[in-house]
T-cell receptor
């Protein structure tokens, strides 16, 4: 059973550049959430995609955007990178059950982004 | 603003002891609660989910939820050095999860 996969593992960019991170959900899952985890902090919710639409968004600027493809995989794009964007970016997949508030999310290995 | 609070630790326990990790949450609308384990440099791993008041046991782990007190806890019995990690508490509703900053657990041999 394939788990959540993310690419790349590590990435180094300079301020002002743009970056695209990729995620494939766990087999059988249809929902992808993205989180940013700064050092020493818990993951912070960026947004969630379901049925190729952004279903909910956290408190992140419009420089952060995303996309979900028909095969449920997802991309996170960050424009005009700032030093403060350096963090571990985590993708989590889950199965949308509209009749339930349960929300078990399984994380991928993450992408470590360093902005210089 | 939804908040989940955890003591950052470190919580130090000897091998074989019971480790008790706690968290409180502010959003009464939260329906589901989760404990994740995160080793240094790795991503969070889901270890327990709890949705109803009371206790839920899975192997050496017991999660406890008290919605009236807005309190969630995780007990780890027979703690092992391999349990040394940061434990993240998360609460959520329909789609999002709000995480605490995590509690570092150190289990000494």
């Amino acid at each position: 059973d394939a788990g959540v996969t993310q690419s790349p593992t590590h990435l180094i960019k300079t301020r002002g550049q743009q970056v695209t991170l990729r995620c494939s959900p766990k087999s059988g899952h249809d929902t992808v959430s993205w989180y940013q985890q700064a050092l020493g902090q818990g993951p912070q919710f960026i947004f969630q995609y379901y049925e190729e639409e952004e279903r909910q968004r956290g408190n992140f600027p419009d420089r952060f955007s995303g996309h979900q493809f028909p095969n449920y995989s997802s991309e996170l794009n960050v424009n005009a990178l700032l030093l403060g964007d350096s963090a571990l970016y985590l993708c989590a997949s889950s199965w949308a059950d509209r009749g339930s508030s349960y929300n078990e999310q399984f994380f991928g290995p993450g992408t470590r982004l360093t902005v210089l | 603003q939804k908040e989940v609070e955890q003591n950052s630790g470190p919580l130090s326990v000897p091998e074989g002891a019971i480790a008790s990790l706690n968290c409180t949450y502010s959003d009464r609308g939260s329906q589901s609660f989760f404990w994740y384990r995160q080793y240094s440099g790795k991503s969070p791993e889901l270890i327990m989910s709890i949705y109803s008041n009371g206790d839920k046991e899975d192997g050496r782990f017991t999660a406890q939820l008290n919605k009236a007190s807005q309190y969630v806890s995780l007990l780890i019995r027979d703690s092992q050095p391999s349990d040394s990690a940061t434990y993240l508490c998360a609460g959520g509703g329909y789609s999002t999860l709000t995480f605490g900053k995590g509690t570092m657990l150190l289990v000494s041999p």
